[in-house]
C-alpha cells in the first residue's frame, strides 16, 4: 500500500568513551538520486516560529507560504494524496503519535543543466503528471517532481511538546 511514512532501516546504539552512549535510527531516503532536490521544506503546518534560520538548507512552512508553493496536481492525485495523508496521520493516531513533520522535495526540470529533455518533462503522462518510483510525483504541468515522506514522528511527544501544543493551540496555530 502508498504511505508517506518513511522507512526505517534500523536503530544503532554507539558508545563513545568518555561520553556515554547514544542511540540514532537509519531511515531510508525519500528522495531519488536521480533526480537533483533543488527545494526542501520540513512542513508542520504551523506558520509559528516556522522559519529557516540563514545557512539552513532545509526551508519550513512560512517559507513554503512566502514562496507561493502548492503541490501542483491533477485532482484525482490531489484526492489519493490527501487520503495517504490521512491515512497515515490515523495511523500515527493509534499510537498516540500527534507531531510529525511532512519532508517536501522538490526538482525543477527548468533547472536541468544537461541540456536534454528533463526527466520530470519524460516522466510526464498525458493525463498531467501523477505517481512514479519511489513514491515521487510529478506535477500536472510536468515541470516538478515532488518528492514527499512522513518524518520525526519518533520524537518523544513529552511534557515540553505537550506545553507547546497548548500554547500553539491557545494562539491559534494549532488544533
Known sequence: PKSFLVRFAGVHQVKIPNIGETYFTVMASIFD???????????????????????ESCMKDEDWVSKGHRLELS???RREVRA???????????????DYSLL????HAKEDASGSPSPAMALQTKSGGGW???MALVSENGEDIYFVG???????????????????TAQGHGT
Open 33 to 55: 538520486n536521480k533526480h537533483k532536490v533543488h527545494e526542501r521544506f520540513d512542513v508542520k503546518g504551523s506558520m509559528l516560529n516556522r522559519k529557516a534560520k540563514a545557512g
Open 104 to 107: 517536501i522535495g522538490i526538482h
Open 132 to 134: 512514479r518510483e519511489h
Open 84 to 98: 495517504i495523508h490521512e491515512q497515515d496521520a490515523h495511523f500515527l493516531a493509534r499510537f498516540e503519535v500527534m
Open 150 to 168: 512522513m518524518i520525526d514522528f519518533l520524537i518523544g511527544f513529552g511534557i515540553k511538546k505537550k506545553a507547546e501544543h497548548v500554547l500553539r
Open 75 to 77: 485532482d484525482y492525485v
